[in-house]
T-cell receptor, first 117, second 114 residues
Framework: KQEVTQIPAALSVPEGENLVLNCSFTDSAIYNLQWFRQDPGKGLTSLLLIQSSQREQTSGRLNASLDKSSGRSTLYIAASQPGDSATYLCAVRPSKNRGSTLGRLYFGRGTQLTVWP | DVKVTQSSRYLVKRTGEKVFLECVQDMDHENMFWYRQDPGLGLRLIYFSYDVKMKEKGDIPEGYSVSREKKERFSLILESASTNQTSMYLC?????????????FGPGTRLTVL
């Protein structure tokens, strides 16, 4: 069974810093990997989706990389702002040759980020 | 934009009541999912569906059932609510068409069972 781990569990930084959030997974046979953001008491917002054939994806100040062979992904946040404060979750979808997965994701526990002014 | 809506943001029910949580998506997605989220346990998959009237058990299906009579709607049913089902419930949808497979979430329903 796929296990997804996110380090650190919590992070508190001053505004303006560049950040790296880490995600690791135990089975490298993945179809894709998705990063989400969750504000307190809210649903998940999709940030970036990386297909297994891709190395990275970028959206604004966010950049996500994927090293499938080593079972790792990183989310890089440039020039952090207080509005970036949220929990960031990583999720992987197993590849289809691991059996019928029907699109289910395996989630990490998240990194709770606080950016203070 | 994909929109996933859930029938209630907050719900309070009593032990033993039958509870219906509704989820609707507007992008013709074939896959729909129900998760619950608890502090320290993360997101756990309850049930999912890949087509109308089709359903698959997730990791924690006990005490729950689901219904998918129409493609856009996926209902989670608590047959007899218990206090340990107090949680945040999240619905999601995705499609395997077009190669994207991105999963989109609703705003969540905070259920309290007294």
């Amino acid at each position: 069974k796929q296990e997804v781990t996110q380090i650190p569990a919590a992070l508190s930084v001053p505004e303006g810093e560049n950040l790296v959030l880490n995600c690791s997974f135990t089975d490298s046979a993945i179809y894709n990997l998705q990063w989400f953001r969750q504000d307190p008491g809210k649903g998940l917002t999709s940030l970036l989706l990386i297909q297994s054939s891709q190395r990275e994806q970028t959206s604004g100040r966010l950049n996500a990389s994927l090293d499938k062979s080593s079972g790792r992904s990183t989310l890089y946040i440039a020039a952090s702002q207080p509005g970036d404060s949220a929990t960031y979750l990583c999720a992987v979808r197993p590849s289809k040759n691991r059996g019928s997965t029907l699109g289910r994701l395996y989630f990490g526990r998240g990194t709770q980020l606080t950016v203070w002014p | 934009d994909v929109k996933v809506t859930q029938s209630s943001r907050y719900l309070v029910k009593r032990t033993g009541e039958k509870v219906f949580l509704e989820c609707v998506q507007d992008m013709d997605h074939e896959n729909m999912f129900w998760y619950r989220q608890d502090p320290g346990l993360g997101l756990r998959l309850i049930y999912f569906s890949y087509d109308v009237k089709m359903k698959e058990k997730g990791d924690i299906p006990e005490g729950y059932s689901v219904s998918r009579e129409k493609k856009e709607r996926f209902s989670l049913i608590l047959e007899s609510a218990s206090t340990n089902q107090t949680s945040m419930y999240l619905c999601a949808s995705s499609s395997d068409r077009g190669g994207g497979n991105e999963q989109f979430f609703g705003p969540g329903t905070r259920l309290t069972v007294l």
